[in-house]
T-cell receptor, first 114, second 112 residues
Framework: NAGVTQTPKFQVLKTGQSMTLQCAQDMNHNSMYWYRQDPGMGLRLIYYSASEGTTDKGEVPNGYNVSRLNKREFSLRLESAAPSQTSVYFC?????????????FGEGSRLTVL | ELKVEQNPLFLSMQEGKNYTIYCNYSTTSDRLYWYRQDPGKSLESLFVLLSNGAVKQEGRLMASLDTKARLSTLHITAAVHDLSATYFCPLRPNFGNEKLTFGTGTRLTIIP
């Protein structure tokens, strides 16, 4: 099993450009997440999806949109990229309602906005 | 608002020594996790702690949870270089709230 797969792994954008980060999981999990990781800040939740068709804002949603296309896929879109969005983005999934409920993470997508 | 504080933020220790990383949190929680992240890599789940007094051990790492003190610890015994990584202790505030809150992590460097 591949687990959680993110694409692209690296991307350089200019300010104002748009792009979509793709995430897919093959573990049949209900819940999916997008986090960003910045030096000294730990991981901060951008958006969360409890199931297909539902999304919820996290701690830092401004400047991002998400789409839960189906149970497997959860995409993150930057409509007009800003240098402050330079970060490493992690997608994760978990089995909601499971007693342990740990998150499984993808390999990350490193985004640089010039 | 749920806050997670880890200390120390940075830890450099010699091989063979013992040390403890502390994780304090601000509200009640029913599940606390420990994750490891190697530089430039993803996060790997180490432990899930579900109840007061829970203790989990794997190799040289032992994690414990005191829900009354809102404190979890990660104890490292006889450290080896392979344990060098950043460690996080995210938690869920309660069952049904599936959002994990992370702290800033503890960067551990083991010196040969």
């Amino acid at each position: 099993n591949a687990g959680v797969t993110q694409t692209p792994k690296f991307q350089v954008l200019k300010t104002g450009q748009s792009m979509t980060l793709q995430c897919a999981q093959d573990m049949n999990h209900n819940s999916m997440y997008w986090y960003r990781q910045d030096p000294g800040m730990g991981l901060r939740l951008i958006y969360y999806s409890a199931s297909e068709g539902t999304t919820d804002k996290g701690e830092v949603p401004n400047g991002y949109n998400v789409s839960r296309l189906n149970k497997r896929e959860f995409s993150l879109r930057l409509e007009s990229a800003a240098p402050s969005q330079t970060s490493v983005y992690f997608c994760a999934s978990s089995e909601a309602g499971r007693i342990t409920g740990e998150l499984f993470f993808g390999e990350g997508s490193r985004l640089t906005v010039l | 608002e749920l806050k997670v504080e880890q200390n120390p933020l940075f830890l450099s220790m010699q091989e063979g020594k013992n040390y403890t990383i502390y994780c304090n949190y601000s509200t009640t929680s029913d599940r606390l996790y420990w994750y490891r992240q190697d530089p430039g890599k993803s996060l790997e789940s180490l432990f899930v702690l579900l109840s007061n007094g829970a203790v989990k051990q794997e190799g040289r790492l032992m994690a414990s949870l005191d829900t009354k003190a809102r404190l979890s610890t990660l104890h490292i015994t006889a450290a080896v270089h392979d344990l060098s990584a950043t460690y996080f202790c995210p938690l869920r505030p309660n069952f049904g709230n599936e959002k994990l809150t992370f702290g800033t992590g503890t960067r551990l460097t083991i010196i040969p």
